[in-house]
T-cell receptor, first 111, second 116 residues
Framework: GEDVEQSLFLSVREGDSSVINCTYT??????LYWYKQEPGAGLQLLTY?????DMKQDQRLTVLLNKKDKHLSLRIADTQTGDSAIYFC???????????FGAGTRLAVHP | DGGITQSPKYLFRKEGQNVTLSCEQNLNHDAMYWYRQDPGQGLRLIYYSQIVNDFQKGDIAEGYSVSREKKESFPLTVTSAQKNPTAFYLC???????????????FGQGTRLTVV
């Protein structure tokens, strides 16, 4: 079946890079997404990558996709305290934005 | 301002009562979605609608009902049949354009439902 897995917690020092990893199971996924959720708020789309790409860079964010291993990662360069949030990986399956989400990775940034 | 609005932000319900969560969007999006979020779990799809007057069950539709009478609105009713309704509910809408690199789902701020 469809499944997306992420580690639940990541702690980094301010200024370091953060790498959040995700694995998915549906090899027919067309898009893979990273969302950010701050406490008590809805989800905010950070970035997405089309399945025929290996990498996408957007300012401090770098997404790497290994389609063979069904592995997706999000790298945040120069992590700041404002980056503290839960990050969700999601794969699109079944067409038309039907998303399957991971459980979310809680990123804690400390001085 | 264009966006997607959920109301109320917090909702309390007595056991055995039905309750309706509101979701409105002025983005002219065709598709709308309801997700449920529980602590330590990913978002799970309850219902989705790709067009007015049409909707499909998601992965956990039991105990929920929806309607899509207008493009802008996709209310979710949590019925008394839902055994564990306390959760955070997120509504989303989306549009797909012909350019492959222009797709995005917009999310509301969520409604936290607590059954007391």
């Amino acid at each position: 079946g469809e499944d997306v897995e992420q580690s639940l917690f990541l702690s980094v020092r301010e200024g370091d890079s953060s790498v959040i990893n995700c694995t998915y199971t549906d090899s027919s996924s067309t898009y893979l997404y990273w969302y950010k959720q701050e406490p008590g708020a809805g989800l905010q789309l950070l970035t997405y990558i089309f399945s025929n790409m290996d990498m996408k860079q957007d300012q401090r964010l770098t997404v790497l996709l290994n389609k063979k291993d069904k592995h997706l990662s999000l790298r945040i360069a120069d992590t700041q305290t404002g980056d503290s949030a839960i990050y969700f990986c999601a794969e699109e399956t079944g067409g038309y934005n039907k998303l399957i989400f991971g459980a979310g990775t809680r990123l804690a940034v400390h001085p | 301002d264009g966006g997607i609005t959920q109301s109320p932000k917090y909702l309390f319900r007595k056991e055995g009562q039905n309750v309706t969560l509101s979701c409105e969007q002025n983005l002219n999006h065709d598709a709308m979605y309801w997700y449920r979020q529980d602590p330590g779990q990913g978002l799970r799809l309850i219902y989705y609608s790709q067009i007015v007057n049409d909707f499909q069950k998601g992965d956990i539709a039991e105990g929920y009902s929806v309607s899509r009478e207008k493009k802008e609105s996709f209310p979710l009713t949590v019925t008394s049949a839902q055994k564990n309704p306390t959760a955070f509910y997120l509504c989303a809408s989306s549009i797909r354009t012909v350019e492959w690199d222009d797709t995005e789902a917009f999310f509301g701020q969520g409604t936290r439902l607590t059954v007391v």
